[in-house]
């Protein structure tokens, strides 16, 4: 059992390490690399599954069991090649001529492989069976491991080569790549040399392993950075720098549900205009416009300072406080208006502002408190329109 122990562990090490990868998740930008190595990995599956076997079968000498599972064995390993070739070849990029040469070496030893095996069945040149069921190995699998030696060390050689043209963790990553072709390549030097040990799926397991760790990690970590970089500028109003629209949709429903399933039974809402924002634009130009939309934006998150701030129009602002904000809604809203009167005074940025909260039992949900916030403001802009 010891050969085929050898075999299910490595299975069972694959999964474990590899199930992010092998699972089918939608990547933008790197589809075809994770499809590619995917596939890789679920061919080594395959082959694990029958080299744990072949340890079985051959351990009790059943011929016919052990014949056709020496079979998938051959099958299971070339085609494992072939998707290890294109992957290979899908992670560097390229689509020069040594690409397409590595890539039709796979397929002529996947192609190679299962003629010789067809061919086997009839006259023995991979591989046979002495009468008291020992396995000889036979000129054939000598000349395919050979020939996967040379694949596995030219896609290594290819791939340190495209480092080189790469900067960055990129170089780091494709040197990685090189050193598990590396690795297999040896263990298939042991695995000609000795026929009835597991080498072959050791080195699958070892090769993986040093992907996973080096290469496949790293660039999901480096893909989720960029992709919380990429939310976090979606969610972003390019002028100010405050939460946009999209994020303020989403924003409600979060609330909406919380207030559904009891977990927020308070919250408040402060609606905010700039005041002249036209005239401004009209007279001394939208760079003016936008330096006061800027300046009002700050005053606000300025006072709101522990709750969002979302940009939902043109000359439009929205913060919903909870927490300690809510708690001190009235003094934070007469200190604001304090400061937009003595600006205007002076003749800086006015903002009206009027303030809500929400009511159980009364608010249907968060459009009703919405609406006597805005109602609030437009009486304090027409308050302070009238102080001029």
């Excluded at 998938?72 to 689509?95: C, E, H, P």
């Excluded at 009167?341 to 608010?363: C, F, M, R």
Aim: hydrophobic content about 45%; proline content about 2%.
């Amino acid at each position: 059992m010891y050969y085929a122990s050898i075999g299910i562990i490595a299975l069972i090490v694959h999964v474990i390490v590899n199930f992010e990868a092998l699972r089918i998740v939608d990547v933008p930008g790197e589809n075809l690399i994770r499809s590619r190595y995917r596939n890789y990995l679920y061919a080594l599956i395959a082959f694990y599954i029958a080299d744990a076997f072949w340890g079985f079968f051959y351990e009790e000498r059943w011929l016919i069991p052990t014949y056709i599972d020496t079979c998938m064995f051959f099958f299971t390993m070339v085609l494992s090649v072939l998707f290890w070739t294109r992957a290979v070849v899908a992670f560097t990029g390229s689509k020069s001529i040594v690409a397409r040469i590595l890539i039709g070496g796979g397929w002529f030893i996947f192609t190679f492989e299962v003629l010789v095996l067809v061919i086997n069945i009839f006259t023995p040149f991979v591989f046979s069976f002495a009468e008291d069921n020992v396995y000889l190995p036979l000129p054939g699998r000598y000349i395919t491991l050979y020939m996967q030696m040379a694949l596995f060390f030219s896609t290594s050689l290819y791939a340190f080569y495209s480092a080189i043209k790469v900067k960055g963790t990129g170089r780091y990553h494709h040197i990685m790549v090189a050193l598990s072709g590396v690795i297999m390549t040896a263990f298939i030097t042991l695995q000609m040399w000795s026929p009835e040990m597991p080498l072959y799926s050791l080195g699958c397991m070892f090769g993986t392993c040093v992907i996973h760790s080096f290469v496949y990690r790293e660039r999901k970590v480096e893909h989720d950075h960029e992709m919380k970089a990429a939310n976090r500028k979606a969610y972003r109003d390019g002028l100010t720098g405050v939460k946009n629209k999209l994020a303020y949709l989403e924003a409600l429903e979060d609330l909406e549900t919380s207030v559904e399933d009891g977990s927020l039974t308070e919250y408040g809402v402060v609606v905010f205009d700039l005041n002249d924002l036209k005239t401004i634009n009209d007279t001394m130009g939208h760079e003016t416009g936008d330096e006061y939309i800027k300046s009002a934006c700050m005053l606000i998150c300025h006072q709101f300072r522990h709750s969002p701030v979302f940009r939902i129009g043109g000359d439009e602002f929205v913060a919903i406080l909870r927490g300690g904000d809510y708690e001190i809604r009235e003094q934070l809203e007469i200190e604001f208006r304090e400061k937009i009167d003595d600006n205007q005074k002076n003749g800086s940025v006015v903002v009206s502002s009027g303030l809500a909260v929400y009511i159980p039992g009364q608010d249907s949900n968060y459009n009703d408190v919405f609406k006597r916030a805005d109602e609030l403001m437009y009486e304090r802009k027409q308050a302070l329109k009238s102080a001029l």
